[in-house]
């Protein structure tokens, strides 16, 4: 009895929980029936799942990827028309989330065996407003100015983030996306002088985000070992690290921006605080 009471407490530590978001384009049965075969093939996993229903528009990938980049996991999907899935996948790439089209490879093996051509079909009578096309564009921005991309050129944003690798800059942009807010994530290259495009831009509001530089070595260390590279040791060293945070915010406090430090705030919370700074900057201009 001993052994086998062991055994269970062993068994317990040994389980991993992982989030597992659903995404279908319909009433969700069929990712739902997928996911929950797969995972009774896996043994110690726990598994919480997101179920989003009947996802046929591009202004719902916004709302989306808010919430995976608060709450990463793995993403199982049936989203066939073209322009959502694009979206849906593109931002769970930028945001580091693996993403899967439930079913494949089944489709691409049968087309290829049979010989008949892959015909993904759109969806028809979408409602279009001003709602949507402002989440639209703001997810193709964002999704346009990430981690550098398209630095040089950051007018047309609404709020750029700036910080150090790995400051949750990508998450909190994708969730201020998901609100209709255009965001660019500017990323400080130790070494590097920020691009020139950042400081001399005048209309948009620019907020710097600083990171706790023992919860950041943490985060590094991760990264490194899911990317198996061994070799890229100052990435996370920790004197390293605070050096670099250390002069993120010196840059922060020289230009006058704003400063949140992300340490122990989710991404909602500082994407919340982005917001009311947005609007009070928005009510001393008029």
């Known amino acids: 009895m001993a052994k086998e009471k062991g055994k269970d407490k062993a068994k317990a530590a040994q389980t991993r929980t992982i989030v597992l978001h659903l995404v279908s384009h319909a009433s969700g049965e069929l990712v739902e029936m997928l996911a929950r075969n797969a995972v009774n093939q896996l043994d110690g996993l726990e598994v919480k799942r997101r179920l989003w229903k009947m996802v046929r528009r591009l202004d719902q ?127 400080l290259v130790p070494g590097a002088q920020p691009p020139l495009a950042l400081l001399r831009a005048s209309k948009p509001l620019i907020v710097g985000l600083t990171v706790d530089p023992v919860r950041l070595a943490m985060v590094r260390a991760a990264r490194l070992t899911a990317l198996q590279d061994d070799a890229n040791t100052d990435y996370a060293d920790y004197d390293g690290l605070r050096k670099e945070v250390l002069e993120a915010r010196r840059l922060f406090i020289r ?27 928005a009510g001393e201009g008029q």
Not at 61 to 71: F, R
Not at 73 to 90: C, N, P, T
Not at 133 to 156: C, P, Q
Not at 268 to 275: D, G, K, L, P, V
């Open 255 to 281: 230009r006058g921006w704003p400063i949140i430090d992300a340490s122990h705030r989710s991404i909602e919370q500082t994407a919340s605080m982005i917001i009311e700074m947005l609007r009070k900057r």
């Open 61 to 187: 990938v916004p709302e989306i990827l808010g919430v995976l980049a608060s709450s990463p996991g793995y993403v199982l999907h049936s989203i066939s028309h073209g322009d959502v899935r694009a979206a849906l996948e593109e931002g769970c790439h930028r945001l580091d989330i693996p993403c899967q089209f439930a079913l494949e490879p089944l489709i691409g093996r049968l087309a290829e065996y049979s010989g008949a051509t892959v015909q993904f079909h759109n969806s028809s009578g979408d409602a279009f407003d001003e709602d949507y096309y402002r989440r639209v564009e703001a997810m193709k921005y964002t999704l346009a100015h990430d981690d550098g991309i398209g630095s040089d050129d950051l007018e047309g944003a609404d709020v750029i983030i700036v910080g150090v690798s790995r400051a949750t800059k990508t998450p909190t942009c994708m969730y201020l996306a998901s609100r209709g807010i255009k965001a660019a994530n500017v990323p």
